[in-house]
């Protein structure tokens, strides 16, 4: 009932972004500077999908229409990458959503989703750029697709499908608002289907009973590895198991209502034995001859923010044995090309770098762990958004972005295949973003130390930096908990660099609870919400304000989601800060378990359910410190948000205006816990900038 009546209300105010204030104030003048940053932002055309074809000849990737608002998927030849050409199901001068790409085991053959269709609906389609046909739509669906994945045998696509879908699958997009039976009628479904790529036949073949969130294809394109849970999915990831399933083409998966071949339980987290017991399961993948898999487990806080250890499990079921113990990294992405080699992607100190691990036949314990000679300041990201490799894990495609690099596509290709010196040649592929050049400050690692953690975090420095001037800082604090700063070009959103650019050191930390120093320390804050990580983060001010030129008497604090709930917390702890801006976060962990759409997800983290230990949530409550607060603070939050939602938005704005805090709480209509709408992301961006302008000016 509280998550409904707000919305409600809020929704009945304004069609546009609605502002809840206490308003004695008024609101200061618009630094001119704001609209040129953001413009600047809004111009980067940044590739979003990678795919190198099997055999290396080809790439291909995803990028953002040069106008409009659609994307468009472009391909080249890397011998010649300035041969680029556009594959399109589009008409000549139509323009639609055309991403998800995947090349074909014989790389003649290009998968991909696109909306250009007389029903607008999106449809999986076929070219062959070597052949310059046009391309062919395979089938069209009636719901929400993702991922597509061909089979080796070249002969069917899984992807992920949900049949009659109203959203995007996932705790991100905007909730459906609340209605029927809560938890039983209206549930979205997401299944694995495949298309036969001969006749278009689309059939989904796991159980209507699991909602599965990826999945893998065995080499010999008869099996099935897949992470799943019991619906509603958005709520179950946190307590999903690996299985595996037959495929057998022709034979329906279902008949009479019942199925042919059940799927078996390979790795359950939920039972106390399993050396994976209370953590996530994330990217399965087959080893190259069908006996075992390999995946990810670790502390998760949000499904797509991937992090932990490397485990190997047989494919039949068994002990999984944990192939990176102790690592001081984090482990984000894995892939198994061949025998008796695993590749992956991992995050050390903030940064990103690419590893293999080789293992000792025939006990597949660990034999060699390389280090790559290839590390560069980008987040390699979940290796279907990011990166793709070529068959046999030889060469990759991926694209390269940081503070000071805007974001192309790039190849790699293997020229010592024993990694004896030079592993890699880098090849640039694209160049939409020569001309631009970023007008925030230069970046810089840093470190300190605090209750015996060496704590990492990222420093922008003030655009046009000049060393005899004292310049304000602003700490923000990333989502998750159970995520990283990490150093990229920025978009238009939430971000870092603007604010740089505006003339503020800006301090991103990684403090326990982060990934990039193992799963230790990403699991040193359970049970410990806002107290040691804002212990860590305060000593990163301390430090950097010693350090720097930065005036101690002009500090503030912003973040989103679980960056959100630690402004909110921090201003009930400290006055240190003179502004903040609250993006989605969490005031009262006691009335949030009630409201989201995710609370399995706080188990983990908290060791028991509310109910159960009513106390642990109460303890990092922001609400139950609101008397402390003294800081003025922007409250940001999309209406539909299940992650955060918008209640608890609320119950903070109002406790701070009832407090006599200066105060604003600006709700966005059909936004979820990620904004979608381009104007929705630039109105919170110049809300927060005026913010920090109007209560802590950097001039």
């Known amino acids: 009932m509280s998550l409904r009546k707000p919305i409600v209300f809020l929704a009945c105010l304004l069609s546009g972004a609605t502002a809840l204030a206490q308003t004695p104030a008024a609101a200061p003048a618009k630094d001119p500077r704001i609209g040129q940053i953001i413009s600047q932002l809004e111009a980067v055309r940044a590739p979003r999908q990678t795919a190198i074809s099997p055999n290396s000849n080809w790439v291909a990737w995803v990028v953002r229409a040069e106008e409009g608002r659609g994307s468009v998927i472009e391909a080249a030849p890397v011998s010649n990458p300035s041969s680029t050409f556009q594959v399109t199901a589009c008409a000549e001068g139509k323009q639609g959503e055309e991403n998800e790409i995947a090349w074909s085991p014989d790389s003649k053959t290009l998968a991909f989703f696109s909306d250009?269709?007389?029903?607008?609906?999106q449809g999986l389609y076929l070219e062959e750029p070597a052949a310059k046909t046009p391309a062919r739509r395979l089938t069209t669906f009636h719901g929400y697709a993702d991922s597509p994945q061909w089979s080796s045998d070249g002969k069917f696509i899984g992807l992920l499908y949900v049949e009659g879908a109203t959203r995007p699958s996932g705790a991100l997009a905007a909730m459906k608002p609340p209605a029927g039976v809560i938890g039983v009628e209206g549930l979205e479904i997401q299944r694995v289907a495949v298309v036969d790529t001969a006749s278009g036949d689309l059939s989904q073949i796991t159980p209507a009973n699991l909602?599965?969130?990826?999945?893998?294809?065995?080499?010999?394109?008869?099996k099935l590895a897949y992470i799943a849970a019991q619906p509603p999915g958005e709520n179950n990831w946190w307590v999903a198991k690996l299985y595996t399933q037959p495929f057998m083409p022709g034979t329906k998966p279902?008949?009479?209502?019942?199925?042919?071949?059940?799927?078996?339980?390979?790795?359950?987290?939920?039972?106390g034995h399993s050396p994976v017991f209370g953590l996530q399961l994330a990217v399965p993948r087959w080893s190259p001859d069908g006996s075992q898999i390999a995946f990810i487990a670790g502390l998760m806080s949000d499904q797509g923010s991937t992090g932990g250890d490397l485990y190997v499990v047989p494919a039949t079921g068994g002990e999984p044995i944990n192939m990176t113990p102790g690592q001081t990294a984090t482990t984000s992405w894995i892939s198994w090309p061949r025998p008796g080699e695993i590749q992956y992607s991992a995050i050390r100190g903030g940064s990103s770098e690419f590893n293999t691990l080789v293992l000792?036949?025939?006990?597949?314990?660990?034999?060699?762990?390389?280090?790559?000679?290839?590390?560069?300041?980008?987040?390699?990201?979940?290796?279907?958004?990011?990166?793709?490799?070529?068959?046999g894990g030889g060469d990759f495609a991926f694209i390269k972005s940081s503070?000071?690099?805007?974001?192309?596509?790039?190849?790699?290709r293997d020229v010592d295949g024993e990694c004896a010196k030079d592993c890699y040649e880098f090849q640039q592929i694209t160049h939409y973003n020569d001309n631009l050049k970023p007008s925030w400050g230069k970046s810089e690692s840093v470190t300190w130390k605090n209750d015996g953690y060496d704590v990492q975090g990222w420093l922008l420095y003030p655009a046009n930096y000049d060393p005899a001037k004292k310049y304000p800082l602003i700490v923000m604090v990333h989502g998750g908990p159970s995520a990283a700063a990490t150093p990229h070009w920025p978009g238009a959103g939430f971000g870092a660099a603007p604010f740089s650019a505006l003339g503020y050191f800006v301090l991103e930390p990684n403090p326990r609870g982060s990934y990039g120093q193992g799963e230790k320390f990403t699991q040193a804050n359970r049970k410990d919400f806002g107290y040691g990580d804002l212990r860590d983060i305060l000593a990163g001010v301390h430090t950097v304000a010693n350090k720097y030129s930065v005036d101690p008497e002009r500090v503030g604090i912003t973040g989103w989601s679980y960056g959100g709930f630690m402004t909110m917390f921090a201003v009930t702890q400290t006055n240190r800060f003179r502004a903040a801006v609250a993006g989605a976060g969490i005031a009262n962990w006691q009335s949030y378990y009630g409201e989201n759409s995710i609370d399995q997800w706080m188990i983990p983290f908290f060791g028991a359910s509310v109910y159960d230990d009513p106390a642990v949530y109460a303890k990092s409550s922001a609400i139950n410190f609101i008397h402390k607060v003294k800081t003025p603070t922007l409250v940001v939050?999309?209406?539909?948000?299940?992650?955060?939602?918008?209640?608890?938005s609320f119950e903070f704005w109002h406790a701070l205006r009832d407090q006599h805090v200066p105060t604003q709480l600006v709700v966005y209509p059909n936004e979820g816990h990620h904004f979608v709408s381009r104007d929705h992301q630039r109105d919170v961006l110049e809300r927060a900038l005026s913010w920090f302008e109007q209560y802590m000016p950097a001039q």
């Open 211 to 222: 909602h599965v969130y990826e999945f893998n294809w065995s080499r010999d394109s008869k």
């Open 116 to 121: 250009c269709n007389s029903e607008h609906q």
């Open 637 to 648: 939050v999309g209406d539909r948000d299940g992650e955060c939602p918008m209640p608890q």
């Open 360 to 391: 000792d036949r025939p006990t597949d314990t660990v034999k060699q762990h390389t280090v790559l000679n290839f590390q560069f300041p980008a987040n390699i990201g979940d290796g279907r958004l990011m990166m793709s490799l070529s068959d």
């Open 403 to 412: 503070f000071s690099e805007a974001p192309e596509v790039w190849v790699a």
């Open 254 to 271: 279902f008949a009479g209502g019942r199925a042919t071949f059940d799927p078996s339980i390979v790795v359950d987290p939920t039972t």
